[in-house]
């Protein structure tokens, strides 16, 4: 049975720090492009992170570039995201999603994790 475990949201004040944790069981992790979602209350799910099955290439949504990092544990078969300076418009609850590196592209989400930036 996949599972993705989402781990590390909560409460953070603005120009704080936060990492939130994907733990992947049941796949071959490394076989996986991970990205990073968010859903804001009132709207659209939309990407923020994605990180290639090895882990050498990255991409950001333009509102977190610079300030979020996508990265990767192939052998602890976890994926993070480094949420640095974080702004109140980062608050919503993140999802880790997964999906084969592969013609078929089987996917994978977790079940998302809340993250409030307030003061």
């Known amino acids: 049975q996949v599972q993705l475990v989402e781990s590390g949201g909560g409460l953070v004040q603005p120009g704080g720090s936060l990492r939130l944790s994907c733990a992947a069981s049941?796949?071959?992790?490394?076989?996986?492009?991970m990205r990073w979602y968010r859903q804001a209350p009132g709207k659209e799910r939309e990407l923020v992170a994605a990180i290639a099955s090895a882990g050498g290439s990255t991409n950001y949504a333009d509102s977190v570039k610079g300030r979020f990092t996508i990265s990767r544990d192939n052998a602890k078969n976890t994926v993070y995201l480094q949420m640095n300076s974080p702004k109140p418009e980062d608050t919503a609850v993140y999802y880790c999603?997964?999906?084969?590196?592969?013609?078929?592209?089987?996917?994978?989400w977790g079940q998302g994790t809340q993250v409030t930036v307030s003061s």
């Open positions: 049941g796949l071959t992790f490394s076989t996986y492009r």
């Open positions: 999603y997964g999906i084969k590196a592969t013609l078929l592209g089987t996917s994978y």
